[in-house]
């Protein structure tokens, strides 16, 4: 079994900065992929950013160039340095997880992801 626990949410005005966090625990594999996931009120879980055990890297269209996904394998932690946050980056953020090849699947595959945080919630005020 794999634990994730997400930190790092909170509010900032719009043009400010977050990062956040996922601490990865349990049986945890060397070949995997992790992802940032986020949902808003009254609207589906969308895929924010996706990193594999190769280090190769997938953002949504909306983040690109504002976000950047990372990880510190010696900490098992996952991050989101969301940079230039406007209000419609307010959502509830997710990390998951897959095991098992260095290969994370196509937006929209949630069910691939064998493991989920509680989620953090981040809130952009205009």
């Not at 959502?91 to 090849?101: D, E, F, H, L």
Request: hydrophobic fraction near 30%; include cysteine; aromatic fraction near 12%.
């Amino acid at each position: 079994q794999v634990q994730l626990v997400e930190s790092g949410g909170g509010s900032v005005q719009a043009g400010g900065s977050l990062r956040l966090s996922c601490a990865a625990s349990g049986y945890t594999r060397s070949s995997y992929c992790m992802a940032w996931f986020r949902q808003a009120p009254g609207k589906e879980r969308e895929e924010v950013a996706t990193i594999d055990g190769g280090g190769s890297t997938r953002y949504a269209d909306s983040v690109k160039g504002r976000f950047t996904i990372s990880q510190d394998n010696a900490k098992n932690t996952l991050y989101l340095q969301m940079n230039s946050l406007k209000p419609d980056d307010t959502a509830m953020y997710y990390c998951a997880a897959r095991y098992g090849g260095n290969w994370c699947p196509q937006p929209g595959w949630m069910s691939s992801y064998g493991y989920w945080g509680q989620g953090t919630q981040v809130t952009v005020s205009s």
